[in-house]
């Protein structure tokens, strides 16, 4: 229903079409009963491409991990269907298309909770390839030694324990794993959150130069705009369920036109007080609503400050807004999306001092 | 409203002054330094940033000027915290409950433990307010339900009866800021206020945060990693490292001419506007085990600028000698402990330019293990 378009012609690697993930609310221990639903992934489409990384922001409780979740198989959709080469997958485990499912791998944001304390690193690589019967055990072995050097550890680190490791290396471990089946497509969750600033760039340097050397595609989840400006060739920006706009990462940061994103971008502080005190913010009151009972209409209207500068118009509470095109490849779903003043845009954007580039990034050097 | 800044209270007197801290934490088995002779001023309505990662001892050395370390592994062995006219390292445990809350307060990270969750709201902040002050339980209500309004909390007395579970995070740490500015001390510790809020929460948090601190003139000490929260909410900052302050001025310059390689590390790491897509400049390697002993500087194994005295010898905190470049019509001194200090052609490469440089390598005997000192 808001497919937005795609600004890539080819068909897409992966592709989802209106996803819903709904999780029941339920009352009793006896007499179960599901007394509501929650809207995690309420009608959701996206698209990426090969060697792309989309990247996907949205505060708590917007259903980006769920979304991630439902796309690597660890949660069943409620409807909708995902593409891999044009083909469904199904959200049955034991499927014939496992071995589809091998080619999407998912990489977690806390390396010391996704690896087993009890297993030596090497283990963990090789459970993948283990549990797919891939190779004989001496070959696994030379696959795990051959992953530890790609991550940049040493083929020494399999004998490692993960409380042996630091946290840096332990993500790199999680990489490690999520690359043993030589996947298309890796989605990562908040993966270098947890990271201290040194640490988290030499891993996001690592996750650039992978994707130039294999053409792996990332859906990067992440609250960290900044962090996802600097991976992404486009941007999703999700709110209660769904996908608010859409645009390449140069267009959404520098023309945003969802009073949401306007007022994210201006919520996030710049490094750089020079900018931070020229710029201008734009506070939401409140907290994002309960997804178990989002608001009618627009999902947006109930914090909304260009709907309050408008005058409160009636259609925002009344008629969920489809997607509008804004430029090649920029969609964003409110019904005013081109009454968001430019001098707002402006002002709490951060000034770019590049020109708007296409939406696949220069390779890096 | 614009945050830029800080109001025209900040007077010349400090209201907390740490000299020479040293915090040390033995287990029994091993000792971490955690913090290794720290010294600052905080005058009265400034707004001192403290950055550094995990492990560099910013949360320790705010532990420790509320006299709030773990006890009995941590100590504080040496040095002193002037609040005012009292050092609080000579207060005896009464005296020191009677200052916390009234004179000092803390913001901690996370807003659920900072609570009592079998209280309600109301009963802690009155809590608060009774322990402190000759207040009838009336009144101690009455202005609890004027302070959740202060901090934004919609239908405050209706509030005072909810459990903290009741709340959201970012309600929570409202709660928590109400509490904490209660009997208006002179100082509030922040430790990473913000860091477990979403993005929008911590607009809204922030901004009250330096609202309310800017019109009572409460100084503020904040610890964060994220820089960019420095660089809105903070007159000056001072990077730790190891337990060491490594480099220490206004906020302006720190981001405009940072003179340790470390600092010029950190800004080069965090991607900016601009250069989206291109490689980041990281710090190689990763920060040192707690334990560890370094002889000379902690930063040098890390370091692209290291000499060989670096291996050797901690370099003192001292002025730096060329200031080139201040907003601050009254700029404050850049203080920097290095050796071999980034030059200003540097900072934007994030390496040595030098011809033909390159970092010492470690002496033989450069890594000094634990336990010889």
Known sequence: MTAPPSPASEPALLEVRDLRVHFPITRGAVFRRTVGQVHAVDGLSLKLATAETVGLVGESGSGKTTLGRAIVGLLPPTSGTILFRGLPLSAKRAAPDRAGRTQLQMVFQDPTASLDPRWRVGASIAEPLRVNHVGTRAERRARVSELLEVVGLSPGHARRYPHELSGGQRQRVGLARALALNPAVIVADEAVSALDVSIRAQVINLLQQLQNERKLSYLFIAHDLAVVRHLSDRVAVMYLGQIVEQAAAADLYSDARHPYTVSLLSAVPVPDPTVEAGRQRIVLPGDPPNPASPPPGCRFHTRCWLRKKLGNPERCAAEEPAHQHVSAGHTAACHYAHQVPENVRLSTVVPTAEPASGPTAEPAS | ?373
Request: some cysteine.
């Open chain 2, 1 to 373: 409203m614009s945050v830029d800044g800080r109001a025209p209270t900040a007077t010349g007197d400090p209201v907390l002054r740490v000299r020479d801290l040293i915090v040390r934490f033995d287990s029994g088995r091993n000792v971490v330094r955690a913090v290794n002779g720290v010294s600052f001023d905080l005058e009265a309505g400034g707004a001192l940033g403290l950055v550094g990662e995990s492990g560099s001892g910013k949360s320790v050395t705010s532990l420790a000027i509320l006299r709030l370390l773990p006890r009995p592994t941590a100590k504080i062995v040496a040095g002193e915290i002037w609040l005012g006219d009292r050092d609080l390292i000579q207060l005896s445990d009464r005296e020191m409950r009677r200052l916390r809350g009234k004179e000092m307060s803390l913001v901690p990270q996370d807003p659920l433990s900072g609570l009592n969750p079998v209280l309600t709201i109301g009963e802690q902040v009155v809590e608060t307010l009774r322990a402190h002050e000759d207040m009838r339980r009336r009144e101690a209500r009455d202005r609890a339900t004027e302070l959740l309004s202060t901090v934004g909390i919609p239908r405050p007395r209706d509030q005072l009866d909810r459990y903290p579970h009741q709340f959201s995070g970012g309600m929570r740490q409202r709660v928590l800021i109400a509490i904490a500015l209660a009997l208006r001390p002179t100082l509030l510790i922040a430790d990473e206020p913000t860091t477990a809020l979403d993005v929008t929460v911590q607009a809204q948090v922030l901004e009250l945060l330096h609202e309310l601190t800017a019109q009572r003139g409460t100084a503020i000490l904040l610890i964060s990693h994220d820089l960019g929260i420095m660089a809105r909410m903070t007159r000056r900052i001072m990077v730790m490292y190891a337990g060491y302050v490594v480099e220490s001025a206004p906020t302006a310059e720190i981001f405009a001419r940072p003179g340790h390689p470390y600092t010029a590390g950190l800004l080069r790491s965090i991607p900016r506007v601009g250069d989206a897509g291109r490689p980041l400049t990281p710090i190689a390697g990763s920060p040192p085990e707690p334990d560890w002993v370094p002889r000379g500087c902690p930063f040098a194994p890390r370091c692209a600028w290291a000499l060989d005295v670096c291996w050797h010898e901690m370099p003192p905190l001292e002025p730096m000698e060329a200031v080139t470049f201040s907003r601050d019509p009254r700029p404050g001194r850049h203080l920097l402990a290095c050796h071999n200090p980034v030059a200003a052609d540097e900072v934007e490469g994030g390496k040595p330019l030098r011809p033909g440089f390159h970092a010492a390598p470690p002496p033989e005997d450069g890594l000094v293990p634990q336990g010889t000192t």
